[in-house]
Nanobody, 126 residues
Framework: QVQLVESGGGLVQAGDSLKLSCAPS????????VSWFRRAPGKEREFVAA????????YYADSVEGRFTISRNNTKNTVYLQMTSLKPEDTAVYYC???????????????????WGRGTQVTVSS
């Protein structure tokens, strides 16, 4: 089973930027949509952003809209999450997940994703 691997996390200060990457450990056959989720300390894992296979459709949680940008480079088989104006409340483990199709309405439903990464820690100090 294909798994995803996240990278790019780290410790930054409030207001800084950070770019996360997500790539599959093996080959994913066919088109697939990818989303980012995050789990803050003591909280449930929550949706952050989603992108379709071609990169033409994106969807964001209200809490990151205007600050985070999801994108992808299919020639490199990699999806990115560019995070700017980071806040201490963005501190979390960030996960990427994939599923065969993009459907905005169910992007937040974690049960619809078939592959997950193990996460990368992002810590924002005040």
């Amino acid at each position: 089973q294909v798994q995803l691997v996240e990278s790019g996390g780290g410790l930054v200060q409030a207001g800084d930027s950070l770019k996360l990457s997500c790539a599959p450990s093996g080959r994913i056959v066919g088109a697939y949509a990818v989303s980012w989720f995050r789990r803050a300390p003591g909280k449930e894992r929550e949706f952050v952003a989603a992108i379709n296979y071609s990169g033409t459709m994106t969807y964001y949680a209200d809490s990151v809209e205007g600050r985070f940008t999801i994108s992808r480079n299919n020639t490199k088989n990699t999806v990115y999450l560019q995070m700017t104006s980071l806040k201490p409340e963005d501190t979390a483990v960030y996960y990427c997940a994939s599923r065969p199709t993009y459907y905005r309405k169910t992007s937040r439903d974690q049960r619809t994703y078939s592959a997950w990464g193990r996460g990368t820690q992002v810590t924002v100090s005040s």
